[in-house]
Each structure stands twice: as C-alpha cells, then as structure tokens.
C-alpha cells in the first residue's frame, strides 16, 4: 500500500477514535445561528473540511505542475554588437577621479 494511503487511514482512524470520546453534545453559534450538535459529529465533520480543502487545493497544484507548457515563440537572432557597453561621458563611480 502506498504511504499516503496508510497515513490517510491512520489519520481517519485517530480522528474517529477522538470524536467517539468526545461525544458531549455542544452548543454551536455562528453568525446568527444557534443549534446543538454531538461534539464528535462536528470534529469529524472539521476533519473531513479541511481534507477536501486539502485535496481540492492540492489537485489545483498538481494540475498546474503537469500542465504542458506552451512552446516558446521564435525570436529574430539578435546581432551581438547590440549588447555591447556603451562609454558613458564623466568618471565612473568605482575609478579614483584623481589624474
């Protein structure tokens, strides 16, 4: 079996051993909304949010990464005299400025 598999298990596994020992009902507020639920229910749902936010933002990583690049466009060959430095009028800042 592959590691990541295992790890997943592993992890689900410890997830729903700590939920189920944690079975207090809880008072749940947000916003404007106020309900009870089973303190396992909403740490094993948690649990399962942030492995789809995981697994969604790891897809849009992978998909970018496998994504064929587009090749890169023909350019005209540029002549090397172009790049050469140009002198510039005045001392350069790095030489001494004495005779």
Known sequence: M??????????????????????DVVQLRFLVWNFSA??????????LIGI????????RYLRKRTAPTPPKPLT???SSASHEPQETA?????SPSGP
Request: net charge positive; no cysteine.
């Open 52 to 59: 789809a936010m995981g697994a969604v933002s790891s897809l």
């Open 76 to 78: 005209p060959a540029v």
């Open 90 to 94: 005045g001392p350069r800042p790095d």
């Open 38 to 47: 089973s303190q396992s229910l909403v740490i094993f749902l948690s649990a």
């Open 2 to 23: 592959n590691f990541r598999v295992l790890f997943f298990l592993f992890l689900l596994l410890a997830v729903a051993v700590f939920s189920v020992q944690n079975a």
